[in-house]
């Protein structure tokens, strides 16, 4: 079994910063790509970074210049570094990872979600 366990979301005013933490765990062979989805309420999940294992890194327009991802391979671990917050930034954040179990077989899995809040 593998898991993704997310923290560090919470209320923020509008400016400042939170970093969000996706933990992976379990019978894992190796890890590829790791990246951050949020949803908002009444709208589709998007993704927003995404980072593959050898560091190469993806960012939706919204959120580039202000979010940083990164990951520490070595603790199965994935980041997400949230500066300059607005309140359209709200929303459950989700992480996501391409997992191997074996040499041969993986999958996508996914965190449990993390609230981040917004005010204005």
């Known amino acids: 079994q593998v898991q993704l366990v997310e923290s560090g979301g919470g209320l923020v005013q509008a400016g400042g910063s939170l970093r969000l933490s996706c933990a992976a765990s379990g019978s894992i062979f190796s890890i590829n790509a790791m990246g951050w989805y949020r949803q908002a309420p009444g709208k589709q999940r998007e993704l927003i970074a995404d980072?593959?294992?050898?560091?190469?890194?993806y960012y939706a327009d919204s959120v580039k210049g202000r979010f940083t991802i990164s990951r520490d391979n070595a603790k199965n671990t994935v980041y997400l570094q949230m500066n300059s917050l607005k309140p359209e930034d709200t929303a459950v954040y989700y992480c996501?990872?391409?997992?191997?179990?074996?040499?041969?077989?993986?999958?996508?899995?996914w965190g449990q979600g993390t609230q981040v809040t917004v005010s204005s």
């Open positions: 980072i593959t294992s050898g560091g190469s890194t």
């Open positions: 996501n990872a391409d997992i191997d179990v074996t040499f041969v077989s993986g999958s996508y899995y």
